[in-house]
């Protein structure tokens, strides 16, 4: 599954700009910008206790924010509360109707789910809006492994490693699906890049995107 909410944070960013988020935010609780900073980089680590609560503020405070909903999904997704992550992913969409990634969150939700109908109708609107959103050419690409339409697969991989060519799980199912339709050393290729960039079947792949 690939989210694309969340921008890469290095480890020495979390230890000098959370105490510096956390001295500015008390004198200035009206700055959602900040609030969403420092939850996104306590999101980053593992904090997600810490995350919801600065993404809950920054909610409170200006509700028509959407990327609040989208990094607060983010929270839900990785704690395992897909009935709160598809809430907070449908006010995305509803508050930015035009933004690819919206769709595209909802869209890998879905296919965590297995409701690969609307994993397809979601992904594919992203892919409209944005013909260049990597994750979901990836997640689309991963839903037709899933279905067994294994050439499809092959080619939404393609075009996912095109965009972002460290994509492990577009290796996994792209090696995936061409082992399916006798590929045999193509399949391997594809299966050991993936092992070597870190996939883990499951994992959450995150992708940079700039707000």
């Known amino acids: 599954m690939n989210t694309a909410t969340m921008q890469t944070i290095e480890p020495s960013t979390f230890n000098f700009e959370i105490p510096a988020l956390a001295k500015q935010l008390p004198s200035s609780p009206v700055d959602v910008e900040q609030l969403l900073m420092r939850g996104d980089c306590f999101l980053a680590f ?20 959407a990327k609040a909903f989208a990094s607060r999904a983010v929270v839900f997704i990785r704690t395992n509360d897909f009935e709160h992550a598809f809430e907070d992913l449908k006010m995305q969409i509803m508050l930015e109707k035009n933004d690819a990634m919206g769709y595209c969150n909802r869209g890998a939700l879905f296919v965590v789910v297995k409701r690969f109908d609307r ?10 809006l944005d013909p260049n ?18 050439t499809d697969a092959i080619e ?44 883990m079947p ?8 700039s707000n």
């Open 46 to 65: 593992g904090h997600f206790e810490d995350a919801l609560r600065d993404f809950n503020l920054a909610i409170k405070i200006d509700p028509t924010n």
């Open 119 to 128: 994993a397809i109708a979601d992904l594919c609107e992203a892919i409209r």
């Open 133 to 150: 959103c990597a994750p979901a050419y990836a997640n689309l690409g991963e839903a037709y492994y899933m279905l067994d339409r294994y």
């Open 156 to 199: 939404c991989c393609t075009m996912a490693l095109d965009l972002f060519p460290s994509s492990a799980e577009s290796y996994f199912y792209r090696g995936k699906s061409l082992e399916a339709l006798g590929q045999i050393v193509e399949a391997q290729n594809d299966l050991e890049r993936a092992t070597a960039i870190g996939y």
């Open 202 to 209: 499951g994992g959450i792949e995150s992708y940079y995107r």
